[in-house]
T-cell receptor
Framework: AQSVTQPDIHITVSEGASLELRCNYS??????LFWYVQSPGQGLQLLLK??????LVQGIKGFEAEFKRSQSSFNLRKPSVHWSDAAEYFC??????????FGTGTRLLVSP | DAGVIQSPRHEVTEMGQEVTLRCKPI?????LFWYRQTMMRGLELLIY????????DSGMPEDRFSAKMPNASFSTLKIQPSEPRDSAVYFC?????????????FGPGTRLTVL
């Protein structure tokens, strides 16, 4: 069965520092991979997605993610974090027709 | 576009009562999803519709839960009778094309508390 692991429950990063959020997936075929962000009290918003082509994917708000098949990973990165990036981040894998399986999320805290 | 609209935003009810959550997807979107988010279980897909037809309801926890989509612009998720363990945030999402790589657009959620 498809699954997604986000090993970090919380991460604290200083404003202006770089960020990397980890995501590992389990899927038999070529996966469709997504990163969503959830701000407090709001629904999820898509940051970026990968389903083929260039393994380095650019998203909104300055985020990028790299698909590494050999490591079954799809880590999210940002070179310089802003206070407004504080939120919860979810990695997801496409699990068949239209279904998404979400990871448990990583809560990002940004310190001044 | 107004985005996905959910109502109510907050619902507090007593155990045994019927609860109805409502969702208006983005106009023109073909697919609609209902999710439940809890601290213990994370974000779970309950059911999804394609062109108003339920495609997969394997995530619906039990017979107390039912969902309908009578037309392309409206869906309901009903819990009858409600129980305290149903307390969660329920999200509705819609997607335009109904494909596996499609972006899902989430509503703001309904926070349900069952006392």
């Amino acid at each position: 069965a498809q699954s997604v692991t986000q090993p970090d429950i919380h991460i604290t990063v200083s404003e202006g520092a770089s960020l990397e959020l980890r995501c590992n997936y389990s899927y038999g075929a070529t996966p469709y991979l997504f990163w969503y962000v959830q701000s407090p009290g709001q629904g999820l918003q898509l940051l970026l997605k990968y389903f083929s082509g260039d393994t380095l994917v650019q998203g909104i708000k300055g985020f990028e993610a790299e698909f590494k098949r050999s490591q079954s990973s799809f880590n999210l990165r940002k070179p310089s974090v802003h206070w407004s990036d504080a939120a919860e981040y979810f990695c997801a894998v496409g699990a068949g027709f239209q279904k998404l399986v979400f990871g448990t999320g990583t809560r990002l805290l940004v310190s001044p | 576009d107004a985005g996905v609209i959910q109502s109510p935003r907050h619902e507090v009810t007593e155990m045994g009562q019927e609860v109805t959550l409502r969702c208006k997807p983005i106009s023109g979107h073909n697919s609609l999803f209902w999710y439940r988010q809890t601290m213990m279980r994370g974000l779970e897909l309950l059911i999804y519709f394609n062109n108003n037809v339920p495609i997969d309801d394997s995530g619906m926890p039990e017979d107390r839960f039912s969902a309908k989509m009578p037309n392309a612009s409206f869906s309901t998720l009903k819990i009858q009778p409600s129980e305290p363990r149903d307390s969660a945030v329920y999200f509705c999402a819609s997607s335009p094309l109904g494909t596996s790589t499609d972006t899902q657009y989430f509503g703001p959620g309904t926070r349900l508390t069952v006392l």
